[in-house]
């Protein structure tokens, strides 16, 4: 295996250094995918570099997999107004404060519009 050495001030990389994208001009055909390993062991070289290749999808979106989706990116949008809503913050953060040390609260803001706003989905789409 290769042996990675970094730049001063870059201790470790993780995560995908470069995508292959839908333009040929601008994207490679491979992955470049860095991880970095935390563990006690007596080997410090915890930095690996793979690359991968462009994998297309074989199987049509199943119907749980494309409500999922309309799910989240339904649920992203709430969040976002709701987020951007000056009438409702105010509320929002006495909510979030009061069920944060709950057993089973949110303990991010951002956890909890996700919380309050997909169970506003859930119940929209039970009430029909």
Not at 38 to 64: H, M
Not at 102 to 124: F, H, M, N, P, R
């Amino acid at each position: 295996m290769a042996h990675v050495e970094w730049s001063a001030g870059i201790d470790s990389v993780s995560g995908a250094l470069s995508k292959p994208g839908n333009n040929p001009q601008h994207s490679c055909n491979k992955m470049l995918l860095g991880t970095h390993r935390v563990a006690p062991t007596e080997n410090n070289q915890c930095n690996r570099l793979y690359l991968r290749k462009k994998v297309k999808r074989t199987t049509p979106i199943t119907a749980d997999e494309a409500a999922a989706r309309l799910r989240f990116s339904t649920v992203a949008a709430m969040v976002k107004q709701r987020k951007g809503d000056l009438t409702k913050i105010a509320a929002d953060q006495a909510a979030f404060l009061d069920q944060k040390d709950l057993a089973g609260g949110k303990k991010t803001l951002k956890a909890y519009y996700w919380k309050i706003c997909g169970d506003q989905y859930d119940e929209s789409l039970a009430n029909g």
